[in-house]
RNA sequence: GCCGGCGUAGCUCAGGGGUAGAGCAACUGAUUCGUAAUCAGUAGGUCCGCGGUUCAAUUCCGCGCGCCGGCACCA
């Protein structure tokens, strides 16, 4: 005799089991038609479960942020079952929802194209048409395994057996397919609707790991209806425009070409945005209390060997060698074992630490090909890198600071809110547990004295220690760690580092790695997406461009050029004979923020009209007094704070 | 690195076993114009590279390189 309490806190009694269809049936015809599912004391479960005992229920609309899940995951059924049903001989695998939509893997010798969607989309649509209902039966485990097997599907045989044994077997039927599924599903293959697309194929290894065999994948989206499927699909080209790597063609900011592959060739206009970001930085660390230095970027293989680095990098690490010597050289591909060395560098006493020692240091690693992405993951790159040599002590505080830093500079460049992982111990790692223990655990403790908040990745610490990882999102949506912050109490034992404590002992100190950028390339990558090439002022690596209206103006233009640029500021003239349209449009395409037109009236007065990039408002100013304006207004957002 | 796709002018793209095509950009000339494209003309190509098939390859085949999308990797 179940009580059910409903989200309104009314409650219903029902005279023995129900099924979910059945209370929403009685609550009334409206619900009756549009639950898809329901939540049982906060578990998704299918409407035809049977509830037996009291319970909270919450039924499942099209509206619902899970109903969205689950259109995904049905599709991907569906997707199983088209494909199976059009390609006999291949085998399923498993095929979750996902942001945005769902993947399936498949194994089969021939893999998937782009051109055989068509056919799998059309049949997929026949089984949504068909509104085959989604049955759940729970199954012997044994006779599940050799159910697949028998079937020659031997990835799912594999699933089932390494299921942990107090797991159920689940399979859910739609009409004569059937699949391992822990559930649950929506009524019927015709809930799905018809705002799904499949989107692209991809390979992707079984299980996710490079030794096993590679599965064919496909993508698709979902959404709940035609509309949603259309912003959806919008959205992408949106932000195919705004890639970095399209920007920086059109905005002629850097290239990169065959003969130095992950390397980047900086124009003029992309290292204007580059040392503007770099100097930014280099301000901001000063005045935080680092020291900035410089290591050579090519070092001999022991110094790497004791470091360990030798030992689990040496493959991604650029070798040079030199016919008349012996010594095998690495271009560095960090900075730590060098800052060490400075560190080293004469009797560390306990009075200097913390020491943040920082260095925009130019590192090089031979990425694998296909992780190669534009500027966002180069193997060439420069990291705002810094080593604060502390003690255990001083670590909570320490990332506090840091993480106080770090929150500032993000907001400076238009990111309020970003992702933190707390990425602990790995399985091949150095030091003995104990060590990971307290590094793990001063970790922790700073976060909390911090206040981040952060999710767990887990295993994906750094040899030497935990770490916390600063995310951000380009517009594709793909999440890059930008900002990092490394607990390591190994490479100063490695490296040999040591101070003299109150105690007039030795002792190691403690490093923390900590970026706030990550690489500039990246992180430039990343700004350009999401500021779609149009910087704010003080980044525009063209701040303002002249243009003149006649060539009567055209010295004029120039003078006004000049007056810009004494005062700081990226002008040039644009005295070229075009009509003034063409030369508005030229510009506000280039996204260049500020354009002073000036005419033979400008010239007669010594004036400019200023019009704003997506605006077209003029504003007639007295030169003098524009370049007192404009120069205000492009200043970085630390010197202004530090001018008030 | 692995799977799939792609590689034609500076850019965006069309074409196709036998003289290589457009728009924009560039260059030259005319035009001097008030806030998102003035007009006319000119020039521009190892059709990614190497090999093969063929009387003939940019086109078909093979290998390589690069790029794109995933997967794996990311000190």
Request: aromatic fraction near 10%; charge should be negative; include cysteine.
């Amino acid at each position: 005799m179940p009580n059910i309490t409903l989200p309104d806190g009314s409650v219903r009694r029902f005279e023995g089991a129900v099924t979910g269809t059945e209370v929403a049936a009685a609550i009334g015809p409206g619900l009756a038609k549009a639950a898809l599912a329901m939540k049982v004391d906060g578990r998704a479960a299918d409407l035809s479960r049977s509830i037996e005992a009291d319970c909270r229920v919450v039924f499942v609309t099209r509206r619902d942020p899970e109903a969205l899940e689950m259109i995904r995951h049905d599709t991907a059924h569906v997707l199983a079952e088209a494909v199976q049903s059009l390609y006999p001989g291949t085998q399923v695998t498993i095929g979750p929802s996902i942001e945005n939509g769902f993947y399936y893997d498949f194994a089969r010798n021939e893999p998937f194209r782009p051109e055989d969607f068509p056919a799998i989309e059309a049949r997929m649509r026949e089984i949504v048409a068909r509104r085959a209902k989604f049955v759940r039966e729970v199954w012997d485990r044994d006779a599940a395994i050799a159910f697949f097997a028998a079937r020659g599907e031997r990835y799912k045989a594999e699933l089932i057996r390494d299921l942990p044994q107090s797991e159920t077997i689940t399979i859910y039927r739609q009409g004569e397919w059937l699949d391992l599924c822990r559930g649950p599903h929506m009524r019927d293959t015709g809930d799905i609707g018809g705002a799904f697309r499949l989107m692209k194929v991809a390979g992707a290894y079984w299980r996710g790991d490079h030794r096993n065999a590679m599965l064919t994948r496909i993508y698709g989206t979902a959404w709940r209806d035609q509309k949603e499927l259309d912003a959806h699909l919008h959205q992408l080209e949106e932000a195919e425009r705004r890639d970095h790597r399209r920007i920086g063609r059109e905005m002629d900011l850097f290239h990169i070409q065959e003969e130095a592959v992950g390397s980047i060739f900086w124009h003029p206009k992309g290292w204007k945005l580059y040392r503007t970001v770099e100097e930014y930085m280099r301000r901001r660390l000063d005045a935080s209390g680092y020291d900035e230095v410089r290591t050579p970027q090519l070092v001999d293989r022991s110094l790497w060997e004791r470091s360990g680095h030798w030992e689990k990098y040496r493959e991604h690490m650029f070798i040079a060698t030199v016919e008349d010597e012996e010594k095998t050289l690495a271009l560095k591909p960090m900075n730590c074992p060098c800052h060490v060395q400075i560190f080293r560098h004469g009797l560390r006493s306990y009075r200097e630490l913390p020491m943040r020692m920082a260095e925009f240091g130019a590192c090089h690693r031979y990425e694998p090909s296909g992780a190669l992405h534009g500027i966002m993951r180069v193997r060439g790159f420069t990291q705002d890198d810094a080593h604060i040599f502390c003690t255990e002590a001083q670590i909570a505080g320490e990332t506090a600071r840091f993480v106080e830093l770090l929150r500032s500079v993000y907001a400076d460049f238009g990111y309020e809110t970003f992702r933190v992982k707390f990425a602990d111990r790995p399985d091949t790692r150095a030091g003995e547990d104990a060590v990971w223990d307290r590094a793990e655990a001063a970790l922790r403790e700073a976060c909390a004295m911090a206040g981040v908040e952060y999710e767990l990745n887990p295993g994906e610490g750094a040899f030497y220690g935990p770490k916390l990882e600063f995310v951000l999102r380009d517009a594709i949506g793909r999440d890059w760690q930008c900002g990092t912050l490394q607990v390591d109490f190994v490479l100063p034992e490695r490296l040999d580092a040591e101070y003299v404590g109150e105690d007039s002992a030795r002792h190691r100190p403690v490093m923390l790695h900590r970026a706030i950028l990550g690489s500039f390339e990246r992180f430039l990558g990343i700004l350009i997406e999401q500021y779609a090439g149009r910087f704010p002022l003080w980044l525009a690596p063209v701040q303002v461009v002249v243009a003149s209206i006649v060539s009567d103006a055209g010295e004029y233009a120039e003078q006004v050029a000049a007056a810009l640029r004494a005062g700081g500021l990226e002008a040039r003239a644009d005295t070229r004979n075009e009509k003034i349209n063409a030369k508005v449009r030229e510009h506000s395409l280039a996204h260049v923020p500020v354009l002073a037109v000036v005419g033979r009236r400008e010239a007669e007065q010594r004036s400019v009209a200023l019009r704003r990039l997506g605006s077209d408002a003029q504003e007639v100013l007295g030169l003098a007094e524009a370049v007192a304006l404009l120069k205000s207004e492009a200043e970085a957002p630390d010197v202004r704070r530090a001018g008030r």
